[in-house]
């Protein structure tokens, strides 16, 4: 895998297609554990089997589709009802085919809209904003300083887009224009910003906040409007995709031994809950190191978090209340790199580098016991 997630040796599939279009019925190495009765899920898709790997992974507003970005440098897009794909996207070929590291879309205002463009950004720093009904690329930037791009978020109605990676800086652009407006780091006298590799940004409710985390185990808060950073979190070392914000609660995955889940008051800066990972009762320090992490979405009746990395190959589903029962896990033979929950309807999508896209539907039955 390249440059940060840890590939782990394991099973493959055999016989293994060369076809990424292909949707397949047959079992393959993911096994669900559930721990409670009134949690279930099942599998919907299983989309893959190549040699590429698949990194990052987004439900479109409507969950109609879902799409996944993967190790040589394309995008796939795929019905979420019948799995078939319906766009493929590609940069045109460059001397190195670099992952696409992170791909969002683009957030639609007003009611009855349909969300059709896709940005993405990859390890040859570019941002590419696609037009996912003709696979048109719209736009191409590079990055200023020629930095490999990690992450990628939008604020929620699309006037601006955050972008961070190698270079320790998070770019925040113009949702329309795509210029640039200003570059978030350590400046004088404060020199509160990253000294390492950034992987994860993430805007809150408000427009003009953002939360980023990185190499540098520390979680910086943005005020977008004044360029500056305005608070710090310091302990969680974010590899992937793993910062959320629901409400107050920000929740972080780190690459971990320990405190790999956590939940943080974005008010106070405060730790509220280290969630526990265990495996039959012990906690499993070997289990953690976590690239994604995600609340399930407001319009899901479930009050879900879904965890996974490259520790025990796993994703965890955890009861997004007082007491993080753990819901059931499920396991993979290889490192999970990205999860997404439907917006609309109870789904979830994993991204695995055994090159496989995996969608599920889960019901939770026993909401009420939990309230």
């Known amino acids: 895998l390249y440059f940060f997630f840890q590939a782990e040796d394991g099973i493959r ?12 019925k047959r079992q393959e190495p993911a096994i669900w554990i559930p721990q409670k ?23 479109d507003p409507d969950d109609r589709y879902v799409a996944v970005g993967n190790s040589d440098g394309t995008i796939n897009i795929y019905n979420t009802l019948s799995g078939k794909e319906t766009c493929s996207l590609a940069i045109p070929a460059t001397k190195d085919k670099l992952p696409i590291t992170c791909i969002k879309w683009k957030p639609t205002l007003g009611e009855g809209k349909i969300a059709t463009t896709l940005a993405s950004v990859d390890g040859d720093g570019n941002i590419g904003f696609w037009l996912t009904t003709t696979g048109k690329c719209l736009s191409l930037l590079k990055d200023p300083n020629k930095s490999d791009l990690y992450c990628l978020d939008f604020n929620k109605d699309g006037s601006h887009y955050a972008a961070g990676g190698r270079d320790c800086n998070v770019k925040i652009y113009d949702g329309y224009s795509q210029a640039l407006i200003t570059t978030l780091k350590a400046t004088p006298p404060s020199s509160l910003g990253h000294s390492n590799r950034v992987f994860s940004v993430r805007f809150s409710n408000d427009q ?10 520390t979680l910086f808060l943005w005020d977008i409007r004044e360029a500056k950073s305005i608070g710090y979190i310091y302990g969680p070392h974010i590899c992937g995709d793993s910062i959320d914000i629901r409400g107050n609660d920000l929740l972080t995955g780190s690459y971990s031994n320990k405190d790999f889940l956590q939940i943080w008051s974005l008010k106070e800066r405060k730790l509220v809950k280290s969630i526990p990972w265990e495996t039959d009762g012990i906690v499993d320090t070997k289990a953690g190191y976590l690239y994604a992490a995600c609340f399930d979405k407001p319009l899901v009746p479930p009050r879900c978090i879904a965890a996974g990395g490259s520790g025990a190959n796993e ?18 033979s290889k490192t999970i790199t990205s ?10 999508a994993v991204a695995n580098s055994d090159g496989y896209l995996r969608v599920y539907t889960y019901e939770d039955v026993g909401l009420q016991l939990f309230s």
């Open 37 to 59: 009765d009134q949690f279930s899920l099942s599998r919907k898709l299983a989309i893959g089997g190549g040699d590429i790997e698949r990194f990052c992974v987004r439900f």
């Open 339 to 348: 999860i997404d929950f439907g917006n609309n309807k109870s789904l979830l």
């Open 315 to 332: 994703v965890r589903i955890i009861r997004n209340d007082k007491h993080y029962d753990l819901l059931g896990q499920i396991r993979f």
């Open 13 to 24: 599939d055999q016989p293994r297609s060369r076809g990424l279009g292909d949707v397949y």
């Open 208 to 217: 003009n906040m953002l939360v980023s985390g990185g190499w540098d185990s």
